[in-house]
């Protein structure tokens, strides 16, 4: 009984990796994985230029990729949500097969060489045969079981399937696993569209006041991804094309392109670049995250670029660096102003499991003066901590929290100096397969252009609940708040502005095929102000129709 009870308990802990290998193996380039106890959990299958071996198992970080020969070009592992992964780089004509050895995996690429080919030897003289390899003796004791190995590919000698008779190995690789979308070769296109009816009220004037419109816009988008040896390339762009609008200055295009590489410099340094572009005239988060820009509305482009790289130290921990230029310009007669900031950032992180990783941050950013708006320049130095991944059962995101000490010398009195805390977060809870809750939330200092601040501060919350219907129908709902606080003596006050604005949102959408979805959804704004000038009460109705890939966010 206390022998089963051990058995029952060492089944249910995953085994330990304890090494993995370069060999050859019936004169073939191999992978061998050593266990601690028998490895149970294994899957194989081929994702573009690797072949990825998933393994139920727990590993140390002092788990090392070994070199390997030709044909393999690289091998990397890689922590998962489900135990560890291994990565190997190998041309998609080379076929490969996986073989389970109790506590051992043998990854073999290639065919096995031809009895043919094999030196002769003489009946009466020469050389002993060589020893069978100990993992031939175990299989020829042990026959595999038809569920007992994964076969990416090959055959054994004489075209039977490798590891005897007996082992139901296929004989051909499974199809592989390629991402959705359009493929020329390695490269994969996702190109997608939407077209939406929207009724909403618009600020164009020179105030707060709103005015019905009622207009069509289009979204034609397209997504590529390119591997580039052991890393990715991402580029997506996106334009909106509004058209039957009250007003000119709507009946235009707006544009959003990105950029996002990935490249591994090696088993402990990968480095990354992106950019972004946009260029428009409703999308005013782009140029002022926290809403104060909100009338007086006119055409802005914005150009970010930034890179980074990362360490890592072969344990769990790892050191990350980066650098971020952001540069935005206005129209001289919209409501606010050219600006320029520049950001490094250095951490340490730490691996705290299988999908969670925790850091700890400093960040300087830093808002040189212009001749537009000289209050403007500001000296931001912020230190935080954040985690990430799978925080929680069932709860994945991004959370990070810290303090910061901002100045901007230029700035009427009041507003030269911020100290205090700052924090951001994005959380998703899951309730089953399509139902969640997305929650989040900020404060920040956010730049201004209200009288003689540098800065305001902003906090907001938001929650945002999807949940499946009948009739296939996909339900959601959200509410949020928002407060914006100055640090100056408004004029016309006498005491700092505050600006607190409430939303609500609900929807309705359907999935109509796997590249199509239906949905409608209402909105509701109240910004409430201190200074009544800027009271404002905004609707908006969208109804729309989607095609194409569409990302996973987007579909109902």
């Known amino acids: 009984m206390s022998a089963a009870l051990v058995l029952a308990w060492g089944l249910a802990v995953p085994p330990r990796l304890l090494e993995v290998r370069s060999e050859r193996v019936e004169g073939r380039p191999a992978l061998v994985v050593v266990a601690a106890a028998p490895l149970l959990d294994v899957s194989a299958r081929r994702e573009g230029l690797d072949v990825v071996v998933s393994l139920g198992a727990t590993s140390t970080g002092l788990l090392f990729p070994p070199a390997v020969p030709p ?35 043998v990854l073999l690429f290639g065919s096995a060489p031809a009895a043919a080919d094999a030196p002769p030897t003489s009946a009466s003289a020469g050389p002993p045969p060589t020893p069978a390899a100990a993992s031939d003796l175990y299989r020829g004791l042990f026959p595999s079981s038809p569920t007992g190995s994964d076969a990416g590919a090959g055959a054994g000698a004489g075209g039977a399937p490798a590891g005897g008779p007996d ?4 004989s051909e690789r499974p199809p592989e696993e390629r991402p959705e979308g359009l493929h020329a070769g390695s490269l994969t296109l996702k190109p997608s569209a939407s077209l939406r009816y929207v009724d909403a009220d618009v600020s164009l004037f020179d105030t707060p006041q709103i005015v019905r419109d009622r207009y069509a816009e289009a979204r034609p988008a397209l997504a590529l ?3 580039l040896r052991d890393g990715m390339l991402r580029l997506d762009y996106e334009a909106r094309l509004r058209r039957y609008s009250s007003f000119a200055e709507l009946n235009g295009v707006s544009h959003q392109a990105n950029a996002h590489v990935d490249y591994p410099m090696g088993p402990s340094l990968t480095v990354r670049g992106s950019g972004h572009f946009a260029r428009g005239l409703l999308e005013t988060a782009e140029v ?66 299988a999908e969670r990783r925790s850091s700890l941050n400093y960040s300087f950013e830093e808002v040189p003066p212009s001749p537009e708006r000289p209050e403007a320049e500001s000296r931001i130095h912020t230190l935080s901590a954040a985690v990430e991944g799978e925080i929680m059962p069932l709860l994945s995101g991004r959370a990070a929290a810290g303090y910061a000490w901002r100045e901007s010398p230029r700035a009427a009195p009041g507003g030269q100096r911020f100290r205090g805390l700052i924090f951001g977060a994005q959380l998703t809870r899951d309730f089953g397969r399509s139902a969640h809750l997305v929650l989040s939330g900020n404060r920040s200092t956010e730049l201004s252009a209200f009288e003689h601040n540098a800065f305001y501060v902003a906090t907001s919350l938001l929650a945002v ?72 009460r905004t609707h908006a109705f969208y109804a729309e129709l989607g095609l194409g890939f569409l990302p996973p966010g987007v579909r109902p």
Do not use: C, M
């Open 225 to 227: 991804e390119l591997p």
């Open 167 to 170: 082992a139901a190995l296929p």
């Open 288 to 353: 002022d995250p926290g809403g104060e820009y909100f009338f007086r509305l006119g055409h802005f482009t914005r150009r970010q670029f930034g890179g980074g790289a990362r360490v890592h130290t072969g344990g769990p921990f790892d050191v990350d660096v980066a650098g971020v230029l952001d540069k935005v310009t206005v129209d001289e007669e919209a409501g606010f102003f050219d600006y320029d900031r520049r950001s490094v950032a250095g951490g340490l992180g730490i691996a705290i499991g």
């Open 465 to 536: 609940l999807t949940a499946p219907l009948p009739l296939s129908l996909s339900f959601s709902a959200g509410g949020g708040y928002h407060v914006n606080r100055y640090p100056t003596v408004a004029t016309a006050l006498g005491t700092p502005r505050r600006d607190a604005i409430v939303n609500w949102t609900a929807g309705l959408g359907r999935r109509i095929s796997r590249w199509a979805f239906v949905r409608a959804d209402y909105r509701r704004d109240r910004r409430d102000s201190n200074l009544d000038f800027y009271d404002q």
């Open 71 to 105: 044909p393999l070009e690289a091998v990397r592992i890689e922590r998962s949500a489900g135990g560890v992964r291994l990565r190997v780089r190998v041309a998609p004509t080379v076929s490969y097969e996986v073989r389970r050895e109790r506590d051992r995996i």
